[in-house]
């Protein structure tokens, strides 16, 4: 490989919002003005809104968008109160944020960067992190879990959406068990063969060992969780939780 897997995922989703990608297309500006009078709604899974009373009062809260560029949830955050940092490694979901606050007139701070890496800030920076699924496109999430606490003031939040890897097990129909578990292109000549061919990007399939007790073991308390499906295909079709979305707390 002459790129890194986190070089080829930024390139993928790149193209994936040039082609109209669903996580790529920026919210209105009817819609961030709805949110400033109190009308709002978030996801971090693909068709569960977010209960409001996970994030408390945004006003005035340092928040930190963990992977979440695009312009669709930062603007909301940023129409409630909040000020926003985001942190995204794909250019084209960084530049779509610097549109949306210079459309409606607010600052946000975006900082193209993987969070394979070290966070660029310091200790106990902000009071919530909004991390919707993406930890998908990296190979080991507990670091980032650790990263995050760190990043955490005292009582701070964490919100993530989590896949819980069934999704990579089926073929595109959803119909028929084709792969194994764990999914991990860099340790299977054929998975990576295959992501390459179908513009899949590299992606990991995750346990819930790694994700619920990656947070655990970082120190988090976790307060919620609610399960969703993917919103389309035959697992959604039946009903087939494939997603979660958590809320843990860096305790006082």
């Known amino acids: ?15 994936w919002c040039r082609d109209g990608w669903e996580w790529g297309r920026p919210i209105t500006h009817e819609m961030y003005e709805n949110a400033r009078r109190g009308q ?3 996801v971090l899974t693909p068709t569960k809104p977010v209960p409001h009373a996970w994030f408390g009062e945004l006003q005035g809260k340092k928040l930190l968008g963990l992977a979440s560029g695009g312009g669709q949830q930062i603007p909301i955050f940023s129409a409630l109160g909040a000020q926003c940092t985001v942190l995204d490694y794909s250019p084209a979901q960084c530049e779509s944020e610097r549109l949306v606050a210079q459309r409606e007139g607010y600052s946000v701070q ?4 993987d969070m394979t890496k070290p966070f660029p800030f ?9 991390h ?5 496109y990296i190979e080991d999430v507990r670091p980032v879990f650790k990263e995050c606490y760190r990043v955490l003031k005292r009582g701070g939040i964490l919100l993530c959406g989590l896949d819980n890897g069934i999704i990579y097990l089926f073929d595109d129909t ?3 068990i084709v792969y194994s578990l764990p999914f991990n ?4 000549p054929r998975l990576y063969r295959d992501s390459m ?3 899949w990007g590299i992606q990991f399939s995750h346990t819930l060992e790694e994700q619920l007790g990656g947070q655990l073991e970082a120190g988090f308390r976790l307060t919620n969780l609610y399960e969703d499906t993917s919103g389309s295909g035959n697992l959604h079709d039946h009903n087939v939780p494939t997603f979660l979305a958590t809320r843990a707390v860096k305790p006082e």
């Open 122 to 130: 310091a200790d106990e920076s902000f009071d919530l992190i909004f």
């Open 1 to 15: 490989m002459d790129k890194s897997y986190q070089q080829i995922n930024a390139d993928t989703i790149d193209q």
């Open 197 to 199: 061919q179908n513009d």
């Open 110 to 113: 975006v900082i193209e960067a």
């Open 174 to 176: 959803e119909t028929k």
């Open 185 to 188: 292109p860099l340790k299977d």
């Open 40 to 42: 709002w709604d978030v």
């Open 132 to 136: 919707p699924v993406s930890n998908c």
